[in-house]
């Protein structure tokens, strides 16, 4: 376990997610209105593509998939990924990718515990930054991320390969 994340009624335990996991994460990211449209579980080949990525991911130490747990379920998600890079001297980066939190747990400061627990992670580990990218459609998401001190400070473009 990384941290214990107390809510009003309920103490949450953050800890790396492991193979068991998966399919929990997966309905989290379906749950979602994006996610609703590309994520999800139908055959034991969508299945085995999320345990492939779920198996690269936690095999490299830059990245944490990362679940908050009550300890029966899966409650909330994550992804904080470490990245070096040149620019601002050699600073490392912190991002931060596919937080969801379970609809019926929104709302009691779950994802702001998660945030806090990941922006103070960057801080030992002395990135010079946390950042993210969030839909433009989320506006919710980005009074949450604005609240948490987080400015839209740059314009995020994508180019698909994949369909």
Same mark, same amino acid.
């Given at each position: 376990m990384l941290a214990q994340l107390p809510l009003q009624? =309920?103490?949450?335990?953050?800890? &790396?997610?492991? @193979?068991?996991?998966?399919? !929990?994460?997966?309905?989290? %990211? +379906?749950?979602d209105q994006l996610g609703a449209t590309r994520d999800g579980v139908t055959t034991d080949d969508d299945l085995q593509s999320y345990l492939n990525a779920f198996g690269v991911i936690d095999a490299d130490p830059?990245?944490?998939?990362? =679940?908050?747990?009550?300890?029966? &379920?899966?409650? @909330?998600?994550?992804?904080? !990924?470490?990245?070096?890079? %040149? +620019?601002?001297?050699?600073?490392?980066?912190?991002?931060i990718e596919a937080v969801r939190v379970r609809h019926d747990y929104r709302s009691r400061s779950l994802g702001a515990s998660?945030?806090?627990?990941?922006?103070?992670?960057?801080?030992?580990?002395?990135c010079a930054l946390v950042q993210l990218t969030t839909d433009k459609s989320r506006g919710d998401a980005h009074r949450f991320y604005d609240r948490l001190g987080f400015v839209a400070s740059h314009e995020g473009l994508k180019h698909q390969l994949l369909r």
């Open positions: 009624d =309920v103490t949450v335990a953050l800890r &790396q997610a492991t @193979a068991e996991d998966v399919p !929990s994460i997966v309905n989290l %990211l +379906a749950a830059t990245h944490l998939l990362l =679940v908050a747990t009550d300890g029966t &379920q899966v409650l @909330a998600t994550m992804q904080l !990924s470490f990245l070096p890079g %040149l +620019a601002r001297r050699g600073a490392l980066r912190a991002q998660l945030f806090e627990w990941a922006i103070e992670e960057a801080r030992r580990r002395n």
